[in-house]
């Protein structure tokens, strides 16, 4: 079964860093793409990085562009997400999830349909 384990939530203040990591296992996904998710209290979630298997090429929900970076390691079979000047309105639960990025849409539509626990981020003014 595949699984997939967001870690390195917490809570930080504004203008502050943390980085998330996810741990895959289960299947090897160095040929997936690979993205990070995020849902606030009384919202959807809603995509906010992803990189791609072919090149590494990366992108990014406008909300997070230059502040966030997403990073992959095939070899621990490991994504993780950069996360710097962190805003209030960062704080959600963030996911990570693996499939295929869609340009035309600007978002990864994941190869599962279901979602891991998430790590909480929270960030305070």
């Known amino acids: 079964q595949v699984q997939m384990v967001e870690a390195g939530g917490g809570s930080v203040q504004a203008g502050g860093s943390l980085r998330l990591s996810c741990a895959a296992s289960g299947r090897t996904f160095s040929t997936y793409d690979l993205g990070w998710f995020r849902q606030a209290p009384g919202k959807e979630r809603e995509f906010v990085a992803a990189i791609v298997w072919s090149d590494g090429s990366t992108f990014y929900t406008d909300n997070v562009k230059g502040r966030f970076i997403i990073s992959r390691d095939n070899a621990k079979n490991t994504v993780y997400l950069q996360m710097n000047s962190l805003k209030p309105e960062d704080t959600a639960v963030y996911y990570c999830?693996?499939?295929?990025?869609?340009?035309?849409?600007?978002?990864?539509?994941?190869?599962?349909?279901?979602w891991g626990p998430g790590t909480q981020v929270t960030v305070s003014s």
């Open positions: 999830n693996y499939g295929r990025f869609a340009s035309s849409d600007f978002t990864l539509y994941p190869e599962r349909a279901y």
